[in-house]
């Protein structure tokens, strides 16, 4: 099992820059993944990356944002850059075991907004 902690999350203007940082607990998984979620939108799978640092992302990001881990304090991070107002949304880390389970933080809020 593992519990998250996210940070990082906040107001920015258009263009400016913000990084996420989720803390894991427990053990660490081989894939830790960013998803999003805007008012009336559905989930948003925005990044993920696995434990050797492979990295993929959607459209919507590439280029702008990048996701990274610190496997020794069990720590993923998104930095984002060139922020525009349709990326506002709750993100949040998530991670899913052998089981099938999923496991979800408790998600932070980003406004991109003048």
């Known amino acids: 099992q593992v519990q998250f902690v996210e940070s990082g999350g906040g107001l920015v203007q258009p263009g400016g820059s913000l990084r996420l940082s989720c803390a894991a607990s427990?053990?660490?998984?081989?894939?830790y993944d960013w998803y999003r979620q805007a008012p009336g939108k559905q989930c948003e799978l925005v990044a993920s990356i696995t434990i050797a640092g492979t990295t993929n992302y959607a459209d919507s990001v590439k280029g702008r944002f990048a996701v990274s881990r610190d496997n020794s304090n069990n720590t993923v991070y998104l930095q984002m850059n060139s922020l525009k107002s349709e990326d506002t949304a709750v993100y949040y880390c998530?991670?899913?075991?052998?089981?099938?389970?999923?496991?979800w933080g408790q998600g932070t809020q980003v406004t991109v907004s003048s």
């Open positions: 427990g053990r660490i998984f081989s894939i």
């Open positions: 998530h991670t899913r075991d052998l089981f099938s389970n999923d496991y």
